[in-house]
C-alpha cells in the first residue's frame, strides 16, 4: 500500500480511521468567526447570520473527537494567520453556499497509511 492514500467518503468512515491515527481534512473556512474563536477558545460552527466572508478550504489535520454537550467536535490542526493552530470544529453544522449542496464544515477526509516496515 506504498504510496496510496485512504480517502473516506464520509464523517462515520473518518471517525473509524481516527482510531488509529490522525485524519487529513479541509476546513470550510469564515472570516472573522474563526479568528474570534481562535481568540475566545470557542467552538467553530462556521458562518452564521452575522456578516461574514467565505475564505475557503484550509488543509487540516483532525486529531482527536470528542463530546461536548452530546455534540461530536473535533480538535482540528491547521496552518493559519502563519501559524499552527488547534482549533475545536462542530462535527454536525450544516451550512449552504450559492451553487453548493449543503456540506458540514470537515470534507475530503483522507489518511496516509502509516506502515511499520
Known amino acids: 500500500m506504498k504510496g496510496k492514500v485512504i480517502e473516506a467518503?464520509?464523517?462515520?468512515?473518518a471517525y473509524d480511521l481516527l482510531e488509529d491515527q490522525p485524519v487529513g481534512a479541509k476546513l470550510h473556512v469564515f472570516r472573522p468567526q474563526l479568528d474570534l474563536d481562535l481568540q475566545h477558545d470557542g467552538i467553530y460552527c462556521g458562518g452564521s447570520g452575522e456578516v461574514c466572508c467565505y475564505v475557503g478550504l484550509r488543509d487540516g489535520i483532525i486529531v482527536g473527537v470528542e463530546k461536548i454537550q452530546g455534540k461530536s467536535i473535533a480538535t482540528v490542526k491547521l496552518w493559519y494567520k502563519n501559524e499552527f493552530r488547534?482549533?475545536?470544529?462542530?462535527?454536525?453544522?450544516m451550512f449552504r453556499r450559492r451553487n453548493i449542496q449543503p456540506t458540514i464544515l470537515l470534507v475530503d477526509f483522507c489518511v496516509p497509511p502509516?506502515?511499520?516496515n
Open 9 to 13: 467518503t464520509n464523517v462515520q468512515e
Open 86 to 93: 488547534f482549533v475545536k470544529v462542530a462535527m454536525s453544522r
Open 114 to 116: 502509516f506502515s511499520a
